[in-house]
């Protein structure tokens, strides 16, 4: 979408108002500058913005990143970081009626995850386990927007450890 707007009759406008306070100018040069700012003779000076339409999903565009189930030990992945040591139940009963079982773990077992979500070590957290940031990213994105209300602390790349087994 493109917006085009004048710039020469503020610009006028401006010029005129400024005469007008400043006392300069007789009766006959206001009255051709007032000529000028009303006169098509000469084209306007304009500017272009081109806009573009933010995107945000849609009711039927609710289809989420597939989670990975059985993360490996040391491998980086995508990870969503749902919320901490007071919310965890919540949390994890909120991701559960879109099909995804949380995760959790020390942010330090989440290398990555906690300086770039400034999460403190030590800090329990549940989270959610994808392929890659971008499907975390999609993931966090599209989730926000479903539960506006929900905790949920962000999206980073993670080398998972401490894993059972």
């Known amino acids: 979408m493109r917006r085009t707007t004048s710039t020469r009759p503020l610009l006028t406008s401006a010029v005129l108002l400024a005469l007008a306070l400043t006392g300069c100018g007789d009766d006959e040069s206001a009255a051709v500058a007032s000529e000028g700012a009303t006169s098509p003779a000469t084209e306007p000076a304009t500017t272009t913005v081109d806009v573009e339409p933010t995107a945000s999903p849609t009711e039927t565009d609710t289809d989420f990143p597939e989670a990975v189930e059985a993360p490996e030990q040391g491998r980086t992945y995508g990870v969503v970081v749902l919320g901490d040591a007071a919310d965890l139940t919540a949390t994890q009963e909120a991701v559960a009626q879109y099909g995804f079982e949380a995760y959790t773990a020390d ?21 959610l386990t994808f392929a890659d940031i971008d499907a975390a990213q999609d993931v966090y994105s599209l989730y926000t927007y479903l539960e506006p209300d929900a905790k949920i602390l962000g999206a980073a790349a993670a080398a998972i450890y401490c894993l059972d087994g």
Do not use: E
């Not at 400034?118 to 800090?123: N, P, Q, S, V």
């Open 107 to 127: 942010i330090g077992c989440l290398r990555g995850a906690g300086p770039a979500l400034a999460i403190a070590d030590g800090t329990i957290v549940s989270y």
